[in-house]
């Protein structure tokens, strides 16, 4: 099984300020990552596939990229809506996998 | 509009048996793979398994395989999440998602959730 590890766990940032999350996998997955949002509540939204294809609807201040072991999400300026639970996940692999989530939070 | 409405909250007690429901609409049913997803309260997403519709396939992760049995009915439209005997582990928040793009894809479109409260 992948283990997908991000980083931070928790993250705060100030409102119009750029947030950068990582997500490292055990083993290369090449580009079959994706990025999720879950604010409280809620289902997660997928954001991302491909590693940097944005999902339909997804603003373009979301940017993903990386490929093999080491990815990244950025969020280019911060909107109050953007302060959630971000998850990355595999799916190269069987089983699919999630990293444990970093949570963006408000400076 | 692709939507999975999931069945609502349930309160068990250990040993007892469970079904719980997703209806898919406004996509074809037959033609994705639906998936389910636990949450634990205040923890992260973990995938348990998945279902096509159109045969039945099923797989599951290891660490949910003979614990849970996953289903559907496309005849309803409807994927199905039981257990034969909770445990108070099994307490959590369970997601339905459709794979967007085959057995191995992203979860593009998700239910609302169903909370399973498993409590003497």
């Known amino acids: 099984e992948i283990v997908m590890t991000q980083s931070p766990a928790t993250l705060s940032v100030s409102p119009g300020e750029r947030a950068t999350l990582s997500c490292r996998a055990s083993?290369?997955?090449?580009?079959?990552l994706a990025w999720y949002q879950q604010k409280p509540g809620q289902a997660p939204r997928l954001l991302i596939y491909g590693a940097s294809t944005r999902a339909t609807g997804i603003p373009a201040r979301f940017s993903g990229s990386g490929s093999g072991t080491e990815f990244t999400l950025t969020i280019s300026s911060l909107q109050s809506e953007d302060f959630a639970v971000y998850y990355c996940?595999?799916?190269?692999?069987?089983?699919?996998?999630f990293g444990q989530g970093t949570k963006l939070e408000i400076k | 509009e692709v939507q999975l409405v999931q069945s609502g909250a349930e309160v068990k007690k250990p040993g007892e048996s469970l079904k719980i429901s997703c209806k898919g609409s406004?996509?074809?049913?037959?033609?994705?793979?639906i998936g389910w997803v636990r949450q634990m309260p205040g923890k992260g997403l973990e995938w348990m398994g998945i279902i096509y519709p159109g045969d039945s396939d099923t797989r599951y992760s290891p660490s949910f395989q003979g614990q849970v049995t996953i289903s559907a009915d496309k005849s309803i439209s409807t994927a199905y999440l039981q257990w034969s005997s909770l445990k108070a582990s099994d307490t959590a928040m369970y997601y339905c998602?459709?794979?967007?793009?085959?057995?191995?894809?992203?979860?593009?479109?998700w239910g609302q959730g169903t909370l399973v409260t498993v409590s003497s």
């Open positions: 083993q290369s997955v090449s580009s079959n």
């Open positions: 996940q595999q799916y190269n692999n069987w089983p699919l996998t």
């Open positions: 998602a459709r794979h967007g793009g085959g057995v191995s894809s992203t979860l593009d479109y």
């Open positions: 406004g996509y074809s049913f037959t033609s994705y793979w």
